[in-house]
């Protein structure tokens, strides 16, 4: 199984703070990375795939990179409903998931 | 606009077997280019795809969790089915039905997630 680990697990950070959440493969993916946020309560809700590929209707603040084995999902300028869960899955064989990064309020 | 509708008991008891269905409106299973996977959520944990299953019947499970996964679909339903035997509180989740794309076949991510419905085992 292809393991998925996700850095930090949490992290405080302000409205309008530029964040980065980390995603390392243990095996080469190639780009077959999505990105999902989670509030609480709620289903996860897809925000990139194919690494780097902005789900319809995802705010433009969202953005991916990556390939291989690193990946990273950032959010360029914080805003309130930006406060959650964020999780990454690959897709290279079944599909296994990050153990997420919880955003906080700072 | 794409929905899906988890349902089934909210309480199962140890040893028996866990049953979900998973009703999808606004689009039909049976039109291909997507499997229709379930996936849960430990309490305050991360996320653990199960398995899917294509229209067509094939499916595909989770080894972790294969031994005691079934997978159905009825596409004159629309409508496609969870059965996880032999529970213990260790199955306590919420568990999501979920629509993944198929691109040249390949399973990829999940675009459309059911609200979730929370299953404890139990006595």
């Known amino acids: 199984a292809i393991r998925m680990t996700q850095s930090p697990s949490s992290f405080s950070a302000s409205t309008g703070d530029r964040v980065t959440i980390t995603c390392r493969a243990s095996?080469?993916?190639?780009?077959?990375l999505a990105w999902y946020q989670q509030k609480p309560g709620k289903a996860p809700k897809l925000l990139i795939y194919?690494?780097?590929t902005l789900q319809s209707g995802v705010p433009s603040r969202f953005s991916g990179s990556g390939s291989g084995t690193d990946f990273t999902l950032t959010i360029s300028c914080l805003q309130s409903e930006d406060f959650a869960t964020y999780y990454c899955?690959?897709?290279?064989?079944?599909?296994?998931f990050g153990q997420g990064t919880k955003v906080e309020i700072k | 606009q794409v929905q899906l509708q988890e349902s089934g008991p909210g309480l199962v008891k140890p040893s028996q077997t866990l049953s979900l269905t998973c009703t999808v409106s606004?689009?039909?299973?049976?039109?291909?280019?997507?499997?229709w996977s379930w996936i849960r959520q430990h309490p305050g944990k991360g996320l653990e795809w199960i398995g899917y299953?294509?229209?067509?019947?094939?499916?595909y499970y989770n080894p972790s969790l294969k031994s005691r996964v079934t997978i159905s679909v009825d596409t004159s339903k629309n409508q496609f089915s969870l059965k996880l035997s032999s529970v213990t509180a260790a199955d306590t989740a919420v568990y999501y039905c979920?629509?993944?794309?198929?691109?040249?076949?390949?399973?990829?991510?999940?675009?459309?997630w059911g609200q979730g419905t929370l299953v404890t085992v139990s006595s």
């Open positions: 979920a629509r993944e794309r198929s691109i040249f076949g390949v399973v990829t991510y999940f675009d459309y």
């Open positions: 606004g689009g039909s299973i049976s039109s291909g280019g997507y499997y």
């Open positions: 299953i294509y229209y067509s019947g094939s499916t």
């Open positions: 095996q080469g993916i190639s780009s077959y």
């Open positions: 194919a690494a780097s």
């Open positions: 899955q690959q897709y290279y064989s079944y599909p296994g």
